[in-house]
Nanobody, 127 residues
């Protein structure tokens, strides 16, 4: 069992920055990969960024070059640095753990590949 608690969300103007954090508790030694996801009202949850235990990362095309995912060792905290934020980045942001203890070849961005989820933190970007 893993518990996840996100923080760092807020309201910013377009062009601004935020840093999200996700604290992990419980049986985190079994976690091979973690990711950030977001969901805007009326839209499907989408993968933003993911990082595996070897440090390999994946990013959605819409955030590549603006967002950076990182992880403190040992795996206790996950971060998402978000720069050059745009109104389309407005959403609830969630962190999650990959469903397998086997590290993936490439960190997946499909939310169906993840099992434990935090409660989310809201990010609102105004133009």
């Amino acid at each position: 069992q893993v518990q996840l608690v996100e923080s760092g969300g807020g309201s910013v103007q377009a062009g601004g920055s935020l840093r999200l954090s996700c604290a992990a508790f419980g049986y985190i030694d079994s976690v091979s990969c973690m990711g950030w996801f977001r969901q805007a009202p009326g839209k499907e949850r989408e993968g933003v960024a993911a990082i595996a235990g070897d440090g390999s990362t994946s990013y959605a095309a819409s955030v590549k070059g603006r967002f950076t995912i990182s992880q403190a060792h040992p795996k206790a905290t996950l971060y998402l640095q978000m720069n050059s934020l745009q109104p389309e980045d407005t959403a609830m942001y969630y962190c999650a753990t990959y469903r397998s203890v086997v590290r993936p070849v490439s960190p997946p961005l499909n939310y169906l590949e993840y099992n434990y989820w935090g409660q989310g933190t809201q990010v609102t970007v105004s133009s």
